[in-house]
Each structure stands twice: as C-alpha cells, then as structure tokens.
C-alpha cells in the first residue's frame, strides 16, 4: 500500500512556472511584462521589458514592499501589489493591466510530469489537495489544463483568510480531504511557507523552485508516497 493516504501540493513554483519568474536570458518577468505591452498595442521591444523588469526588481527589493505583501484576501493582495509599483514608477495604466496578466491563473504553465504524477496518485488511491497562498481563483487553470478531475480539494488562502505557515491553513486542506496529518504528504518549493507543514503534523517535501516547464522533480513525490514513477503500483 501507499505510504499516505493523501498529497498536498503548492500551486506557484511546485506545479506552475510562475509569470513573474527567471527565464533563461531573458529579464525576470519577461514574459508577464511583454504579453501585457501587447495587449494594450504598445510595442514591446527588448529594452522597454528590461526597464520594466529592472524597476520591479529593484522595487521588489525595498524592505517596505518586501513586507506589504499577503494574500489573506484579494485586497490585501491588491495594497501590496499597488505599493510595488508605485515604487518602481509603474504608470497607473500600465501597472492595471500587468496586474490584470497576473491574475489571470490559465497563464501560468504545468510543468510537464504534473499530469502523469496526479494521474499516478490518483490510479493509487490517493487523494489530493491544492493549497496556494493566492489571491485568485485558480481551480479555471486546472479546468483548463484538464487536470481538475485528478484534484479533490483546493485550499486557497484569500477564500480562509489564512496563509501559510499558519498551521491552521493545512488543516482546511486535511479537513476537506477527511485525512489527518501523519496520512498526508505536504509538497512546495518555499522553505518558509510550505515547510509550515511540519509544524502541521505532515511529512513535507521541499523542492528546487520551478523555472522552466521541463524540468521534472515530481517522481520524488511518487517515490516519497511508496509509488513506481509514472504508475499506480507499489515498489
């Protein structure tokens, strides 16, 4: 039998490559920033998205930005993001419209052994969980990608007023999911956040921080839960 009954996963950086993420030569965000120059029929010219990504960047950096951030609710997001900006000059119509990419959940790429790894959980029995600190719906992303069917619970932060490490959070997950803690694995890529699933009571896997849709780390998951990658059978 599989080791857990259950897995949780972190959406941004586990699963998904986020928008505002490194690309190989490119500026940070380079993507997010040139797809938003785009739809408001502005040129996007190699120059003007570093600019951008240089001033985020920097902004990002400011001790008063770092800490205005949460995501216990969609305005709370919104304040932190607004604060970033206008540190970084942001123009007010730019700075909507890029806020507008950002939430939008469907543009932010699975990684490419997600499919087969939720399949295999699924094929063993397990169930799983989705617990994101987000300030947006993202179950449209799973929809879209046709992998909602192998989800049975999401757990989102702006929908519980909590984020992680608050234990409290990995409870909504376990409770939704009607399994404890010592039946259920926990999965990010932030030390800081996802790694509150210890103070929980569950067994977490830490990974390297997805920058790049092929590279494929979840065969750790399959193998931490007792499971031969890419199948439903035991070791």
Same mark, same amino acid.
């Given at each position: 039998?599989?080791?857990?009954?259950?897995?949780?996963?972190?959406?941004?950086?586990?699963?998904? @490559?986020?928008?505002?993420?490194?690309?190989?030569?490119?500026?940070?965000?380079?993507?997010?920033?040139?797809?938003?120059?785009?739809?408001?029929?502005?040129d996007a010219?190699?120059?003007?998205?570093?600019?951008?990504?240089?001033?985020?960047?920097?902004?990002?950096? =400011?001790?008063?930005?770092?800490?205005?951030?949460?995501? @216990?609710?969609?305005?709370a997001?919104?304040?932190?993001?607004?604060?970033?900006?206008?540190?970084?000059g942001?123009?007010?119509?730019?700075?909507?419209? =890029?806020?507008?990419?950002?939430?939008?959940?469907?543009?932010?790429?699975?990684?490419?052994?997600?499919?087969?790894? =939720?399949a295999?959980?699924?094929?063993a029995?397990?169930?799983?969980?989705?617990?994101?600190d987000?300030?947006?719906?993202?179950?449209?992303?799973?929809?879209?990608?046709?992998?909602?069917?192998?989800?049975?619970?999401?757990?989102?932060?702006f929908?519980h007023?909590?984020?992680?490490?608050?234990?409290?959070?990995?409870?909504?997950?376990?409770?939704?999911l009607?399994?404890?803690?010592?039946?259920? =694995?926990?999965?990010?890529?932030?030390?800081?956040?996802?790694?509150?699933?210890?103070?929980?009571?569950?067994?977490?896997?830490?990974?390297?921080?997805l920058?790049?849709?092929?590279e494929?780390?979840?065969?750790?998951?399959?193998?931490?839960?007792?499971?031969?990658?890419?199948?439903?059978?035991?070791?």
């Amino acid at each position: 039998m599989p080791y857990f009954k259950a897995v949780l996963f972190d959406w941004v950086g586990t699963l998904v @490559v986020p928008k505002w993420g490194p690309i190989a030569g490119r500026p940070k965000g380079a993507h997010w920033i040139e797809r938003t120059l785009l739809g408001l029929g502005r040129d996007a010219p190699d120059a003007e998205t570093r600019r951008i990504s240089e001033a985020l960047s920097e902004a990002a950096r =400011l001790p008063e930005v770092a800490s205005g951030w949460s995501d @216990v609710s969609a305005d709370a997001h919104r304040d932190g993001y607004d604060g970033w900006v206008r540190a970084a000059g942001i123009e007010p119509a730019l700075a909507d419209a =890029l806020y507008a990419t950002l939430s939008d959940p469907v543009g932010n790429p699975f990684a490419t052994d997600v499919a087969p790894t =939720l399949a295999a959980l699924k094929a063993a029995g397990l169930k799983v969980a989705v617990i994101s600190d987000i300030h947006v719906d993202i179950r449209p992303a799973f929809v879209n990608a046709g992998l909602d069917t192998h989800v049975d619970a999401y757990a989102l932060s702006f929908e519980h007023g909590r984020c992680k490490p608050d234990p409290a959070f990995f409870g909504v997950a376990l409770d939704r999911l009607g399994v404890s803690p010592d039946e259920a =694995l926990m999965v990010g890529d932030r030390s800081g956040r996802d790694g509150g699933g210890v103070e929980a009571g569950l067994a977490t896997l830490l990974l390297p921080p997805l920058t790049d849709t092929t590279e494929e780390r979840l065969h750790l998951v399959l193998g931490a839960c007792g499971l031969a990658a890419g199948t439903g059978a035991t070791r």
